[in-house]
């Protein structure tokens, strides 16, 4: 059964995703108990840290180490750093498209995804409180 991929490759991406979300969950705790709630310390230091990770592995994993099987590519990629923080994806997939020239499209992705996440967040926010 475990031989399957159609099997492995959805558990290492669920193993490596409770990881990055407890791991998140925790340090947001402890950022937000030694220097306080006024400034997200916990977030900016994961988004930040998730997107070196992610640049990291992303690299060693392709370029350096053809020896990581997909599985735990996925695993640390896709399940840990995307549970840890998509902010990670999001950076790689920006560089993806200016590495390949694409200088409009990563532009757009870039601010796009920021102020329209943003404006989603507030149109989120009005919507539930429209339909209490």
Do not use: H
């Amino acid at each position: 059964m475990l031989q399957d991929s159609n099997i492995r490759i959805p558990i290492a991406i669920s193993l490596g995703a409770i990881a990055g979300a407890l791991s998140r969950y925790y340090l947001t705790l402890w950022f937000a108990q030694r220097f306080g709630t006024n400034f997200p310390y916990g977030t900016f230091f994961i988004n930040l840290s998730g997107c070196l990770a992610m640049g990291f592995f992303a690299t060693f994993a392709v370029e350096k180490v053809s020896i990581i099987s997909p599985e735990i590519r996925l695993m640390v990629a896709t399940g840990f750093l995307g549970a840890y923080t998509t902010f990670s994806t999001y950076g790689l997939d920006t560089i993806g498209l200016i590495r390949s020239g694409t200088w409009l499209s990563a532009i757009t992705y870039w601010a796009g995804s920021a102020i329209l996440g943003i404006i989603c967040v507030q149109l989120g926010v009005f919507l539930a409180k429209f339909g209490r």
